[in-house]
């Protein structure tokens, strides 16, 4: 069965640095979304795609943030400078073709500590 | 704007007792509601949906009703195995975006 995949499952980063969050979607996929949970908290969405664009973003993203899509199957999320709050579990998801009811499937996490 | 909130866990059960977990929601419009489902390793799985009012979800003995008039979207299961461990998310969809409650954990022992 198809599957999200994210890489890494756990990055390690020190205050300040860039990091790069890794997901392949599943393959005929044309939505992508990014959502966190900090530990404890609700999972928060962040930002969707569509198109080669951004579709929505939450107040969350701000310009530290950047999603692209390199290639035909890697969807990234990018933190320019990282702060002690981003660290969290970082989540993608992506949907088919379908109206905006249709499941979005999600890849196992990545987990963020930024030191 | 939209919300959910859900009971605060961890709800601890015996095998094969009956599970309740509450959820109610916030909204302006009627949104599609869905409970998702994360064992522990592993990413968020949807468990089931319901698009409009009166309308009832169900996959794998969990069932949930859309209930309008009260805003919620309970889940429940008639008897719960120890594989049923996982923490509980419900959710509505505003626009084209997920909105979560905080997670309920279950915990059920043999």
């Known amino acids: 069965e198809p599957e999200v995949t994210q890489t890494p499952s756990h990055q390690v980063t020190q205050m300040g640095q860039e990091v790069i969050l890794r997901c392949v979607p599943i393959?005929?996929?044309?939505?992508f979304y990014w959502y966190r949970q900090i530990l404890g908290q609700k999972v928060e969405f962040l930002v969707s795609?569509?198109?080669?664009?951004?579709?929505?973003k939450s107040e969350i993203f701000d310009d530290q943030f950047s999603v692209e899509r390199p290639d035909g199957s890697n969807f990234t999320l990018k933190i320019r400078s990282t702060k002690l709050e981003d660290s969290a579990m970082y989540f993608c998801?992506?949907?088919?073709?379908?109206?905006?009811?249709?499941?979005?499937?999600f890849g196992p996490g990545t987990r963020l500590t930024v030191l | 704007g939209d919300s959910v909130t859900q009971m605060e866990g961890p709800v601890t059960l015996s095998e094969e007792a009956f599970l309740t977990i509450n959820c109610t929601y916030t909204?302006?419009?009627?949104?599609?509601l869905f409970w998702y489902v994360q064992y522990p390793g592993e990413g968020l799985q949807l468990l089931l949906k319901?698009?409009?009012?009166?309308d009832k979800g169900s996959n794998k003995g969990f069932e949930a009703t859309y209930r309008k008039e009260t805003t919620s979207f309970h889940l429940e299961k008639g008897s719960v195995q120890v594989s049923d461990s996982a923490v509980y998310f419900c959710?509505?969809?505003?626009?084209?975006?997920?909105?979560f409650g905080t997670g309920t954990r279950l915990q059920v022992f043999p």
């Open positions: 959710a509505l969809m505003d626009t084209d975006k997920l909105i």
């Open positions: 795609f569509y198109n080669n664009e951004i579709s929505e």
């Open positions: 998801a992506s949907r088919g073709r379908q109206g905006a009811n249709n499941e979005q499937f």
């Open positions: 393959s005929n996929h044309l939505y």
């Open positions: 909204a302006t419009g009627y949104p599609s």
């Open positions: 319901a698009t409009k009012a009166d």
